[in-house]
């Protein structure tokens, strides 16, 4: 039998956890065969809920869960962690500035990245879904000096598999048959959902679509699908975000496919003019555990502007959380 490998999920009493954890425990994070041990970040006046959800866990009776394990303190959680997923954030709340979101949230991100340092194991793997998450993984990752820039990264998986989604609709296809979209930049309205190189079953899908459809409906439709969401159901994305949650560390584990690529917020190297060291969302493979850029595409003037755009907005974020001092 293997050795269980540590997942660590802060947040763990919200709503995106309890659609997260049940599916890390039943094998979908790493794989049917690989069993697990959870470990949940709460803050203090959370971890009862935790330990409620820990029983429910328990009850599930799942083959591959070897324990779970209920912490506030964020050295003790990430102590031997392999793959750490830091759900919980501060929201943004009436009348709360830029300025204070950012500081709410160094505040979290700052120490978790640096209880990531001492005490995460040596493969350790991190995916930011708390937002703002390519900002709050940059604050992550600059405490944690000892631990190879990438491996931390932010989710844009969910925009991704929205954009699969809302094209396979226009198109009529299965989502099976679409490969090659990308979301640049932010995980913000300011992201840029890219079918310039996409397929559909086989076919460029330029050639399907309209840039007037992709202008007026479908960029903005994607981008700003989370506020749809919460205006449709009542409540923030709750079970896709936690899906795209599996999906990103399933394929940063275990690869992409043959022909296709995906979308991550990861550390860039300077690829398609994003500055280096900017958590900025990019067309990637996954091969051997690690995520490369996919190099070479052609980006046009249209891609080209709202790239750039998105990306300032990742700048701005940077001078601000330095001007704080948070990095
Ligand atoms: P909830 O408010 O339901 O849960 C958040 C949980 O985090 C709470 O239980 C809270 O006690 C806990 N928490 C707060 N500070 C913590 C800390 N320092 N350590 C450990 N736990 C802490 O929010 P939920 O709907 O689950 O969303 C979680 C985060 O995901 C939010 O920041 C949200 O904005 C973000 N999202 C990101 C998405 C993405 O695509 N990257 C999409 C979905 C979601 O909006």
Redesign the pocket.
């Known amino acids: 039998t293997k050795t269980p490998v540590t997942v660590t999920v ?2 763990a ?5 309890y659609a997260l954890l049940f599916r890390i425990a039943s094998g979908h994070l790493l794989g049917a065969d690989v069993p697990v041990r959870l470990r949940l ?3 203090p006046a ?1 971890t009862k809920a935790a330990q409620g959800t820990a029983m429910e866990l328990d009850d599930c009776a799942f083959p591959l869960l070897a324990g779970v394990d209920v912490f506030d303190d964020p050295k003790a959680a990430f102590d031997g962690v392999n793959v750490a997923l830091l ?5 943004r709340t009436k009348g709360m500035e830029r300025g204070d979101l950012l500081e709410a949230n160094g505040g ?1 991100f700052g120490p978790q990245g640096a209880a990531i340092n001492a005490g995460a194991a040596s493969d350790v793997r991190v995916l930011v ?3 703002p ?1 390519n900002t709050n993984a940059l604050i992550a990752q600059q405490h944690a000096p000892d631990v190879p820039a990438d491996r931390f990264t932010a ?1 844009t998986r ?2 991704h598999n929205r954009a699969l989604a809302q094209l396979a609709k226009k198109l009529n296809v299965p989502v099976a048959e679409l490969r090659k979209v990308t979301i640049w930049g932010n ?1 913000s309205a300011t992201q840029y959902p890219d079918v310039f190189h996409a397929e559909a079953a086989g076919r460029p899908v330029k050639d399907l679509v309209d840039q007037a459809w992709l202008a007026d409906e479908f960029i903005p439709r994607v981008a700003k699908r ?1 506020a749809e969401i919460i205006e449709v159901r009542g409540a ?3 079970a896709s ?1 936690a899906s ?1 949650a599996i999906d990103h560390v399933h394929t940063w584990v275990n690869g992409t496919r043959e022909g296709d690529w995906t979308s991550a917020a990861i550390v860039s190297d300077g690829s398609y003019g994003v500055p280096a060291g900017l958590i900025s969302s990019f067309p990637v493979v996954a091969k051997d555990g690690k995520w490369e850029i996919v190099q070479g595409l052609e980006i046009s003037e249209f891609s080209r502007a709202r790239i750039d755009a998105s990306v300032a907005e990742l700048q701005e974020e940077r001078t601000a959380v330095q001007g704080l001092g948070l990095i």
């Open positions: 802060t947040g009493a919200g709503q995106i956890g970040l709460e803050i959370a759900v919980g954030a501060r929201p979290i879904v708390g937002n998450a989710m969910l925009d995980h989370g923030s994305s709750a975000a795209a």
